[in-house]
């Protein structure tokens, strides 16, 4: 796998995860194909639109505030997968997988004591 792709797959893991509430960091890559399917076919346009406008409290708000992953990802973890997506947008695809990578690490850690 290229670094590219690695870092594509990461953001992608994340953007779902932060999306829907589905723990795509659990997923096996099937799974992970599935699930990017299934949101790529709903309408995600509110929540994408937050990672654009960088607005954490609207994210908070769009996603439910009392949902799983809003009581998991902070301001500066919503901070951390912005940045890992500018990065990998201007193709610094190193720095972008191990910011995306660490912060898939801390969700998981995460998710999995909520």
Known sequence: MTIY?????????????MSSN???????????????RSF??????????????????????????SSKIAKV???DK?????????LARQGRYEEAVKIADGLRKEIKQGLSRV
């Open 5 to 17: 792709q690695k870092a594509a797959l990461i953001i992608a893991v994340l953007t779902i995860t």
């Open 22 to 36: 589905i723990s795509a960091v659990y997923a096996s890559p099937v799974e992970t194909e599935q699930m990017m």
């Open 40 to 65: 790529f076919q709903e309408e995600k346009s509110d929540i994408l639109e937050t990672f654009e406008d960088e607005d954490y409290e609207k994210w908070k708000k769009t996603v439910g505030e």
């Open 73 to 75: 990802i902070t301001k």
């Open 78 to 86: 919503f901070a951390a997968f912005i940045k890992a997506r500018a």
